[in-house]
Nanobody, 126 residues
């Protein structure tokens, strides 16, 4: 299974971007998809996650209201709509997937995910 993240780029403070994550390779029945990000010199952190079965979502508290995660079960994709972007949102964004349908408390853990994309870079200029 390969995950391919796309949609990153340079955007001005207050702008919007939509990231997409496509899965390819062997037939992959995923349970939970997620986005993480890693800013220069910082650890990778949880952004958002969504469960395939019921669309249940989880977000990093500080991002609620600005970021929205969605999924397309038929296309096997997950997207992250980001709005009102700030310079502190600058990071490499990684998509991740797990075959398990995680409960909320587990969705934010890096160790919950078996498959990772290569990352797409988002730069927000002030």
């Amino acid at each position: 299974v390969q995950l391919q993240a796309s949609g990153g780029g340079l955007v001005q403070d207050g702008g919007s971007l939509r990231l997409s994550c496509a899965a390819s390779g062997q037939t992959f029945s995923w349970g939970t998809r997620a986005w993480f990000r890693q800013a220069p010199g910082k650890e990778r952190e949880f952004v958002a996650a969504i469960r395939r079965s019921d669309g249940a979502t989880s977000y990093q508290d500080s991002l609620k209201g600005r970021f929205t995660i969605s999924r397309d079960r038929i296309k096997n994709t997950a997207a992250l709509q980001m709005s009102s972007l700030k310079p502190e949102d600058t990071a490499v964004y990684f998509c991740a997937a797990s075959p398990r349908s995680w409960i909320q408390s587990a969705r934010a853990a890096i160790t919950s995910y078996d498959h990772w994309g290569q990352g797409t870079e988002v730069t927000v200029s002030s």
